[in-house]
């Protein structure tokens, strides 16, 4: 239910539904009595027939129908109709199935079950119909839902739920469990109280019980003080931290103060030591300035050699990871640009042999202006010595050029035959490469599968030997097999039963306690059984509160338990002959055991069913049983030999390959002995076959590494090879255009030599004017020279960067695994010193500003950085002594006004925090006092009840509440009238005063429906009359609520009733058809 607001205090007549909390605390008045004074309690009317609601019969909140579909055992069970007053559900399993759906239906949390485990083996999910009634004055949104209200709730496989609130139509109103919510505190059902809802396990705990103090939890949990008293302790914790932290803020507050005076006091005692650390930080900001320029020249050198890398590097990788078709596209965008920059130098050249033939015009026509001047100005008489040496040369040039002409060509020859085999030599080396890269991926895939292989078969190995040693372990001492700490735990059961801790020694654990007729079905029984082999029994609740406390003890805080089993040791085996599965041939697990204790028999019979399971050795057999043909009668399935369940329609293999605690110890080493040495003998051969394929790989990759070494060295030859033709051939073009000058010269020379000396004055003058063009042709064709040759060094680059991603394309899924790795290396190398250089230059920045900021000029620093830390330390040190920080006035200053307005902060906090608690102590103070009127008043209707209760049945006793130590007693005999012939044990008396306080319980809580699961069990026949007769009665004058009583007991003995509804509820299918149930009246039972 939803907690009210904390400032909600409900008065006295409104307390059965308030949510307040907790424990009174120490020094309250009032609450030290034990008995209420019954002057000061409300009149109420306390007859048989009085109750704290009062409404028209039946009109809200009472079950008309429940469904269950796939639900526990059952395929479909219901629509099971409830009538308005008293409905008796009998039979075996089915009533336990439908009171479990009403509690998980309506959002019950004390089962303490995965809501998985609900639905039927063998299904996918489960869902559960509850019809409740939705009429009257008191109805919840009559206009919406009508006249009843329909809880559909649906469990998947993986343990979710959803619900959806269907209308009396039949529509879907809401599917949030909030609205859900809403009607359940709109019609006050409370599935979670025992009182509301008792089951089964609860049921027989209440009834069994002697404990005043359990009798007592019982009351505070049905009226829901308990939930009050945790609230008001919450509240009490609350103000607790609270006044903590406002002493905590005071300490600090002082604190604070104290720091404001100190830096008051310390901040005019510095002037004299700050200028001599000023000059020592000037010097060292700019030493610190010094060495990391160095540090960061020395870190650019080895980034610039990693970038170099890294493009190699990238693009291998590139080429690997993409595929063909990208790499393709890579290779068209090279050679295109290649062609671009190929036109480009073509467009250039014309440019430059036209810059040249300028440079060579102007430089020819100042050459011979100055020769004319020259010849001139000393004899005009050696013009033809001149001239017939010039032809001379000329001669001679050109039989010079014949030869070296014929020379390179032959050079030329020889250099392209050389590129040629070099171009052969590379194709054979890609080829090969191919062919190795294939065959290292094919090692390396097989590499890892029996790499796999290897692991799966270690892990199966390991397993193998550590259930070896733990058998070995347990030969000693079989108990071990259950878990290592049960001889000890059951020593220690031993000693506290000698010591009279336990009403019934404890049975358990479960296994030690049976033994298998025919070891081949010890895997069976132990797949049928499961975690049951380890549970213990005790015979009540306090015997199991002990054993719980002694296994805390043996098993660590979180760890696994054994699980514990509450049921009477005073018990007979049950007779199971008529529901006995029957096979001439096959045994069930029943007989397959020999069990000498009648719990531990009764306790498989209800938990597993054992006498329902047949065992049959083969497989193929317990198919043929089960599936082929009609079941044997009464049995739901059967085991295999190796553990595997067969049912009618499905078959489930078992995850074990062996038996754990019911198998011969013996046998179980001899098998795993065997099975590690094959296991051992297995890995040895993977290892010599993993071995033998990581030599092959190293080898091919060792040849991959040379063929790519010498590629690179072809590359470079190639290269080398290229430009010596490209420079041969240049040459020749040089050399004729010499000879056609010295030709043109000599010419010029016969033809201008008697104009020498007319034209001497006119060559003077041009020569001067042509001195300026010479010089700007030529320097117009040095850099149209230099700009070609880069560009002819750029188209040979990218020819180059083009045969690589040609070989990439060829490479590029073989040399993908190999090179991805070392580029991840490379780069995570390289970031991180990009990383530390970036963060280098940012404190290069920083210091070189914080520098300038210290110390404008820089200064020359003959001592290291530390050095200069060294003497600035033992300056601060002398500061330090003086008990002042080193931190400037400004900080000073900024650190006194935080300490201030911290102050003022802290300050204002703590008036708060005060403020809160005189807040809480009232609120906590009105909680407390609702808690004593609420408790007081149900105590007392409590009591009148009771009281009235037994003198309308001529009983004595009473009820006394003692809320100081927090117990409950019952008081309870038999009177002189009425029943004087019913002979009353004190056994039979304490059940009864348990029956007659959760009927006393009744009457101070509001439900519309009560549900009690086998309440009459431990009554005798007379008892179970009177309780009968009691409940019959109470139900009768209380038309508007709804009982529900389950009882193994046969009703036909009950007169009939319009009133009484017996319901007779089916076991769980086994044939798998849909079973339903119907209410069956009293008078078609007669």
Not at 474 to 481: A, I, N
Not at 552 to 558: D, V, W
Not at 635 to 659: N, Q
Not at 726 to 745: A, C, F, R, T, V
Request: one cysteine or more; charged letters at 30%; hydrophobic letters at 35%.
């Amino acid at each position: 239910m939803a907690k009210r607001k904390e400032d909600d205090f409900p008065s006295a007549s409104d307390m059965k539904r308030a949510r307040p909390g907790p424990a009174p605390g120490p020094g309250s008045g009032g609450e030290g009595s034990s008995e209420e004074e019954p002057e000061r309690a409300p009149p109420q009317n306390l007859s048989l027939g009085s109750s704290t609601s009062h409404s028209v019969s039946g009109e809200f909140g009472v079950i008309e129908s429940i469904q269950l579909e796939n639900f526990m055992g059952y395929t479909m069970l219901g629509p099971v109709k409830f009538g308005s007053n008293v409905n008796f559900m009998v039979g075996n399993s089915g009533k336990n199935a439908l009171l479990t759906a009403l509690v998980v239906g309506l959002g019950g949390k004390s089962l303490g079950s995965s809501l998985k485990e609900f639905i039927k083996e063998g299904e996918e999910s489960a869902n559960i119909l509850i019809k409740l009634r939705n009429r009257g004055d008191y109805a919840f949104k009559s206009d919406l839902y009508g006249d009843s209200i329909t809880v559909h709730q649906h469990i998947s496989v993986d343990g979710s739920a959803s619900y959806e609130l269907k209308s009396h139509s039949g529509s879907v109103v809401s599917s949030k469990k909030e609205d859900l919510i809403a009607i359940l505190e709109r019609f006050k059902i409370q599935v979670d109280n025992p009182v509301s809802v008792l089951r089964e396990e609860l049921s027989r705990q209440l009834m069994d019980t002697r404990n005043d103090g359990d009798r007592y939890k019982l009351f505070m949990k049905a009226t829901e003080l308990e939930q009050m008293r945790e609230d008001y302790s919450q509240i009490m914790e609350r103000k607790a931290r609270n006044q903590h932290q406002i002493e905590q803020g005071e300490e600090q507050l002082e604190e604070l103060k104290r720091q404001g005076i100190e830096i008051e006091e310390h901040f005019q005692n510095m002037v004299t030591l700050r200028k001599k650390l000023e000059d020592l930080k000037n010097e060292m900001a700019w030493a610190l300035v010094n060495k990391t320029e160095r540090e960061i020249d020395n870190m650019i050198g080895n980034i610039n050699i990693g970038d170099q890398r890294t493009v190699i590097l990238n693009q291998e990788l590139e080429a690997s990871k993409i595929k063909f078709s990208e790499a393709e596209k890579k290779y068209r965008t090279i050679h295109e640009n290649m062609q671009k920059l190929t036109e480009e130098a073509a467009e250039l050249e014309p440019q430059c042999i036209q810059a040249n033939d300028d440079a060579m015009r102007t430089d020819r026509a100042y050459c011979q202006a100055e020769a004319f001047y020259n010849y001139s100005e000393n004899e005009f008489n050696k013009l033809d010595k001149v001239s017939e040496q010039l032809h001379n040369q000329i001669d001679e040039m050109k039989k010079s050029l014949e030869l070296a002409e014929l020379e390179k060509q032959n050079k030329i020859s020889m250099l392209k035959e050389k590129i040629r085999n070099f171009k052969d030599q590379e194709d054979t080396l890609v080829e090969e490469i191919k062919h190795l890269h294939q065959a290292i991926e094919k090692d390396d895939k097989e590499h890892s599968q029996i790499r796999e292989q290897e692991s799966y078969m270690q892990q199966i190995l390991n397993d193998e030997q550590r259930q070896l040693d733990q058998l070995k372990d347990c030969k000693s001492e079989p108990l071990k097999r259950f878990g290592p700490q049960i001889p000890a735990l059951l020593e220690a059961i031993e000693d506290a039963y000698r010591q009279g801790l336990f009403t019934y020694k404890p049975i358990g654990p479960l296994g030690a306690c049976i033994r298998v007729r025919d070891p081949e079905f010890a895997l069976a029984i132990e797949s049928c059984l499961k975690g049951l082999l380890l549970a213990f029994f005790c015979d009540n609740h306090n015997d199991e509160q002990i054993l719980q406390g002694l296994m805390k003890k043996f098993y660590p805080s979180g760890s696994s338990r054994p699980q514990i089993i509450i049921s009477a040791f005073n018990c007979e085996v049950y007779d199971v002959t008529n529901r006995m599965a029957y096979h001439p041939e096959f045994p069930t697990v029943l007989a397959a055991l020999e069990i000498d204790n009648a719990v531990v028999v009764n306790t498989l019979i209800d938990m597993r069913g054992v006498e329902s399971v047949l065992l049959i050795k083969s497989k193929s057999l317990a198919c043929t049983v089960m599936q082929a043909q009609r079941p044997p009668k009464n049995c739901i399935k059967v085991l295999t030999a190796d553990g595997d369940h067969v049912f009618e329609r499905h078959y489930y293999s078992c995850e074990e390959l062996r038996p754990v605690y019911l198998g011969d110890i013996e046998m179980e080493i001899s098998n795993l002995e065997k099975a590690v040495e094959n296991k051992i003998e297995q890995l040895s051969a993977f290892q010599e076959h993993v071995c033998s394929l990581e030599k092959d790989v190293r080898k091919n990759r060792e040849t991959i590494d040379s063929h790519y070494q010498d590629l690179k060295e072809i590359k470079v030859k190639v290269i080398s090879f290229t430009s010596e033709i490209k420079d041969l051939e240049d040459e020749e073009q040089n050399q004729s255009i010499d000879i056609s000058i010295l030709e043109e010269e000599a010419q010029e020379i016969k033809e201008e030599m008697k104009e020498v000396e007319e034209k001497m004055k006119i060559r003077r003058e041009e020569m001067e004017k042509l001195r300026q063009p010479k010089i700007d042709a030529e320097q117009r064709h040095e850099e149209l020279k230099l700009k070609y040759k880069h560009m002819s060094e750029l188209v040979e680059s990218i020819r180059a960067e083009r045969n690589r991603a040609a070989l990439e394309v060829d490479t590029q899924h073989q040399s993908m695994l190999h090179y991805e790795n070392r580029l991840k290396q490379h780069l995570d190398s390289l970031q991180v010193k990009k990383e530390e250089l970036a963060m280098k230059e940012r404190d290069l920045e920083r210091e070189t500003a914080q520098a300038k900021y210290i110390c404008p000029e820089r200064k020359e620093v003959t001592h290291t950085a530390s050095v200069l830390d060294r003497e600035i330390n033992l300056l601060r040190q002398r500061i330090q002594s003086e008990n002042y920080t080193h931190r400037s006035r400004e900080d000073i200053m900024r650190q006194y006004q935080e300490a201030k307005e911290r102050y003022l902060d802290l300050d204002n906090k703590v008036k708060n925090l005060k403020k809160l608690i005189k807040t809480m102590e009232d609120i906590s103070k009105q909680r407390y006092e609702a808690y004593q009127k609420r408790r007081r008043n149900l105590s007392i209707q409590g009591k009148l009840y009771f009281d009235s209760l037994l003198s309308q049945w001529s009983f004595h006793g009473g009820i006394h509440f003692d809320h100081t130590n927090e117990t409950l007693s019952v008081m309870f005999n038999r009177g002189d009238s009425g029943f004087n012939d019913l002979r009353t044990s004190s056994g039979e008396r304490h059940y009864f005063s348990n029956f007659l306080l959760i009927v006393t319980l009744w009457s101070i809580t509001e439900s519309p429906f009560r549900c009690l699961d086998t309440f009459d069990v431990c009554l005798d026949s007379d008892h179970r009359k009177i309780a009968m007769d009691m409940i019959l009665r109470i139900a009768h004058s209380q038309e508007h609520l709804q009982f529900i009583l389950i009882t193994p007991q046969y009703m036909n003995s009950l007169l009939p009733n319009s009133l009484i509804e017996i319901l007779q509820i089916p076991d769980p299918e086994r044939d798998g058809a849909t079973q339903s149930s119907k209410a069956v009246s009293a008078e078609e039972e007669d």
